[in-house]
Every structure is written in C-alpha cells, then in structure tokens.
C-alpha cells in the first residue's frame, strides 16, 4: 500500500540502484494526507464526469437558445417594444361616363384604442378608463365593450369614435398625450354625390363586421371599413386598395418613441361608370314630375345602350341618402327607413318584381312567329271585345276588329295575344310551356348578371310551379294571363330592358353593365368592360323585324303616341299591368331608338301610376330627348 502510494507521487521522490523507490522526507512527512487522498479519488472522479455532462447540456441550451431558436426568441423580445399599426388604404373614386365625381374622399379623424398598450391589471384599467372618459365623451361600459369585442391582449387598435372634426381631434391629441393607448387616427371619409337615385347602385361603405372580418382575414382589421351595398360592395377589392403598415417602438408605457419602418397603404383603384349624370338627372326630374301629375310615390327610369348593354341612367324613386351610412346611421334613423312604407331602400330596377302588363308582347310575337303559330299576315277577328270560356270571361280593353300582329301590337290587342298565348279561333297557340321556354330565352326567369351584389330571378311560372305552390292544376285562364303579362308572371325592370334590347338588336342578349372602365390612381386604363352576349340569334332576324315594325307602328298610330313628335325615329310598347285585386295597376313604357339604328333602351314603371301610355311615356320622351340633345 505504501509503495503503491509513493509510487503515485514518484515525481517527488527518486529510483535506487535496486529499483526501489527512495521517498523524500517531505512526502514521508505527509503519508497521512497522501492516503486519505487515495482513498478519496473515486469521488472525485465522478465530480469530473457529472461536470463534463453538466458542460455539454448547458453548450446544447446555449445553441438551442441564440441559433436554433435566436430568430423567434428575438421577435419575441420585439414584441415587448415594437407595436405594428396597419395603415389604411384610401379608397377609390367612382365618377360618371363624363368624369363627374359620385363617390369621393375627404379627411376624417378617428379615435382608437388600441388593448395591448393598457395597464394589465384591471383595477389600474379602469381607473385611466374613468380619467379618459369626461375628455372623449365616452362612458366607461363603452370603452369596456370595445375593448373587450378587441380582446384585451389584442395589438390591432378598436374604433372609439369616428368623423370627428379637425378641431376636435387637435385637442385630443393633446390632452391624451399622457394615455397612449388613446390614439387620434387620420382616416378617409365617404362622400356620395347628391345626383338622385343613385344610392341604390353606388350603396355605401361601413364599418366591417365580425362576420366580413371572419371571411376576409387578410389585410382587414376591426377598423376597417367595407362595401355594404351597391357597386361599393360588388367592386370592393379594386376600390379597397392594398393596406400598408409601420412598426412602431415603444417605451414600457406604450408612449411611441420612434417609427421603425413604414411599408405605405397602396391606393385603390377607381371606377368610370357608363351612367351618365345628366340623363340620370333627367330621368329622376321626370319621374318627379310625373309623380306630382298622377299622385304616384314610386317608380323607375332605366336607359341602357342597345348596342354594348352598358347602363346609360339608373333611377329608382323612392332612393336614401347613402351619406346617412357612411358617416355612421344612427338606430333611429335606419327604422325609419325600414318602416316607410315606401320602401325607399328597395332596389326597384334589379330586386324589384312586377307583372309586366303588355310591354311583354314584342316577346310573345316573336315566340308566335318563329314557332309558326302565327304568321306576320295571320289576322285575328277580336270584335267581339272579349274571349268566353264557360263562366269565365277574358275581356279586351277596348274593341279592335280585325287585326294582325302587327296592329295587335300597335293597339295592345289583348284579345290577339290571348289567342296567340292559349289558343283561338284559327290559332292554336304557344300553350304554357313553349310560353314559358321563350321568355328564358329572353332573359326572364334568371338575373341578368349586372354588376351589383344582389338581383332578383322574376317568376317564369308553370303547370308543375302552380301545382306545387297554389295546390291546383294550370288553366287555360293562367295561359291567357300569362300572355299578356299579367297572372303569376313577374320580372323586374332590368329584365325587361334586356329583353327589348334583343328585340331591337336582332336577337342579342346581352349582359347589363354599370361599369366602363377601371383605372388607377394615375388615371392609366387598367381595364376596360367590353360588351358580353349571353346569347345570340334567338330568333330569326324577320320575326324580330316584324315586332320592330309592331312597336313603330305603337309610336305612329297606336298607344305609343305621346313620343310621336320627337325628332327621331322611335319605336315603343305600352303597358299597364294590374295586380291585387286588379283594382290597381302599374304603368309600363318600353322604347328605343333610333328605330333604323338603335341606340338607346329606356324603361319606365311607375308602381300604382295607372296607365303607361299616360302616366309612363312622359318620362321615357325626356330621357330620349336629353339623351340625343346630349350627343349633339
């Protein structure tokens, strides 16, 4: 044992010549330590080891923390002291066909709170709520309750208080210069022109909703405001632009010491309508008017090009201020939209349905004519004023005599058109059904696929409809109705437009359009809407002719009369379609022109106005007159 521990310190000692170590006196002197060292080497030994081990987890922390991790764990760090603030686009224009601004922006101020930058402890939260409060005119529960919609820990920033003045927004600015969680925002406001009968193509912008915010997570926040209606809604993407955002850093108070980076807002683009102001501002002076002469409410005025679909006037009466909307529409002030009975926030052109009356018979001649039922010299003997079935009795608004269709056409012969629809005397008549399949082919019974967010279908109805809906088969009475447009048939205005459009086009069903062109904040063509045909050669070009002719032949010598002066060719259809209890009735007036070359459809419906020869051809002479006057 000695040796062996003298031999572990044999750099202390010497060999003698017989190989034996000679052990100094020092380390003889300290043999006691020397053995309890030897006995304590295992423990040391295990020391290294468990050091060693230790050395190697924390190098493997280290690099897990600064290299593996160091990206993320450094944003995390950020986060304490950056906040990211989202930079609202400013919308776009939308102008008329002339470049007269509809839709413009002035400067807004708002007011955000934004729940990350508030104290974290809620007794200290509302103490500032209560500090705050008296300035902004806000009660404490409502700061709570847009903090909360927020989320408490949320980055993004909640709208307080919206469209404040400049003033205002000053003084602000300075006294919660202490309470940066309160923030003053510069923001874009909404303007809509006062041209009449707009609001229900252009429809408004609003406040997003948690729903819209559900659906659009990109490049939306709680602040942000959307299309609701109209061409606002429909075209939201391009008029919306591309929001930016700044990176802002901040002390441990939430107090903005400098910006960091600034990734600007891209502007949106604008529209160029094909409407034109000046023929919208006529069409609603003479649907005032008319409404003053005939003690109407409600109606509508439509021009669109006959040529390219394009939407020349668009006026539905009774409209809305769209300004009430953008500047925030109070409770009150939206129920008594709601509750007048006038329904002034009905889209009357595109959502609105009514029985057509006789504007539907240049359609029910052609479909006779090309399915042979008639012929354009088939004359029809309708001097006995009314057609007898049993006890039911289909009258005639007046006695005709002799006609063709032509002439049926002219005079609004409801006797003809009975018989060409369900069958008398020598015609057999179309029945429902080819009935039916020739107004689809018109464009009833579907939208039209004009550009705004929401269009009615109309009613094509049938034998399998009424036994399904009214619990009773389909009678030869339903077909007489139905061919003069009246019994369950119902199209909108818009349709109809469509519809006489292709009766003047020879065939052509095209796709209605308010839009002519996008273009960007530069005033470079982005795009521009070219005409689009749903369908084409209807029917043959001849049969359409001879409605043409009918319907010149209205303007002439027949119901059409009150545009028989203009100083241009215009061919046009009467119509006045009863409904309730057929004690009412709405007054129709369909027209284009010039007849050799068309140009320009106008419909006009006037609800309850009586007859459209009286009450809806003034309106329908106007929009023609102001639309050639124009052009010249």
């Not at 509302?126 to 409060?133: D, E, G, M």
């Not at 009430?324 to 409770?331: E, K, N, V």
């Not at 004009?450 to 094509?460: A, H, K, T």
Request: aromatic share 10%.
């Amino acid at each position: 044992m000695k040796k062996n521990i003298f031999e572990n310190y044999h750099h202390l000692g010497a060999l003698s010549d017989e190989g034996e170590y000679e052990v100094s006196p020092e380390l003889i002197e300290h043999k006691d330590v020397l053995e309890a060292n030897a006995e304590d080497r295992p423990f040391f030994r295990y020391f290294y080891i468990i050091s060693i081990i230790f050395s190697v987890l924390l190098f493997f922390k280290l690099v897990n923390i600064q290299i593996t991790n160091g990206y993320k764990n450094r944003v995390s760090a950020d986060g304490n002291r950056i906040r990211p603030r989202q930079i609202e686009p400013s919308r776009g224009s939308i102008s008329d066909s002339q470049g007269t601004p509809l839709v413009n922006n002035i400067l807004s101020y708002r007011l955000d709170i934004y729940p990350a930058d508030l104290p974290k402890k809620k007794d200290d939260r509302l103490k500032l709520y209560t500090k705050v409060s008296p300035i902004i005119g806000i009660s404490v529960d409502d700061i709570i309750k847009a903090v909360n919609r927020q989320g408490v820990a949320s980055l993004n920033g909640a709208s307080l208080k919206e469209n404040i003045d400049r003033d205002t927004a000053l003084a602000w600015e300075s006294q919660l210069n202490d309470y940066p969680s309160f923030q003053v925002a510069k923001e874009t406001k909404r303007i809509y022109s006062p041209i009449p009968g707009l609001s229900h193509i252009l429809g408004y912008i609003g406040k997003i909703s948690e729903k819209d915010l559900e659906l659009n997570k990109i490049g939306y926040t709680s602040i942000s405001k959307t299309g609701k209606n109209g061409l606002e809604k429909y075209y939201e993407s391009t008029l919306r632009g591309k929001p930016g955002q700044e990176e802002l850093e901040v002390d441990s108070q939430g107090r903005v010491q400098r910006t960091l980076s600034t990734n600007p807002a891209i502007p949106g683009n604008n529209l160029v309508l094909s409407v034109d102001s000046r023929l919208q501002n006529a069409a609603v002076a003479a649907l005032q008017q008319t409404f003053v002469e005939n003690k109407a409410e409600k109606g509508v005025a439509l021009a669109m090009n006959a040529k390219d679909g394009s939407i020349l006037a668009y006026a539905s009466l009774p409209a809305y201020d769209n300004n009430l909307f953008a500047r925030g529409i109070t409770q009150g002030e939206y129920n008594t939209l709601l509750q007048d009975k006038n329904k002034p926030l009905l889209d009357r052109i595109s959502t609105g349905t009514y029985p057509s009356g006789s504007v539907i018979k240049p359609i029910v001649a052609v479909a006779g004519l090309q399915e042979g039922t008639i012929t354009p010299s088939t004359k029809l003997d309708t001097s006995a004023g009314a057609i007898k079935i049993g006890q039911w009795v289909f009258p005639d608004w007046k006695v005709h005599g002799i006609a063709d269709v032509r002439q049926a056409l002219a005079e609004s012969n409801d006797i003809f058109f009975y018989a060409l629809g369900g069958g008398y005397q020598n015609i057999k008549g179309l029945g429902v059904d080819r009935l039916g399949d020739w107004y689809k082919k018109f464009g009833f019974g579907s939208p039209t696929g004009i550009d705004l967010p929401s269009e009615s279908s109309g009613l094509v109805p049938n034998d399998a409809w009424k036994r399904k809906t009214q619990k009773e088969p389909w009678y030869i009475g339903d077909t007489y109705h139905y061919s003069i447009g009246q019994g369950y048939f119902l199209c909108t205005p818009l349709q109809m437009a469509v519809a006489t459009a292709a009766v003047a086009n020879n065939g052509e069903i095209l796709k209605p359009h308010l839009l002519s062109r996008i273009v960007d904040s530069s005033g470079n063509i982005l795009q521009k809407i070219e005409r689009e045909v749903i369908n084409s050669n209807i029917a043959d070009k001849n049969n359409l002719q001879v409605a043409r002719e009918g319907m010149r032949q209205a303007v002439t010598s027949g119901s059409a009369f009150k545009v028989r002066d203009l100083p241009f060719t215009v061919a046009a259809k009467t119509g006045t379609a009863q409904f309730g209890d057929n004690t009412f009735s709405h007054a129709w007036f369909t027209a284009f022109a010039p007849y050799e070359n068309p140009e320009i459809v106008v419909v006009v419906m006037i609800e309850s106005g009586g007859q459209g020869s009286t009450t809806s051809a003034p309106v329908a002479k106007s929009i023609l007159e102001t639309y050639f006057a124009n052009k010249k």
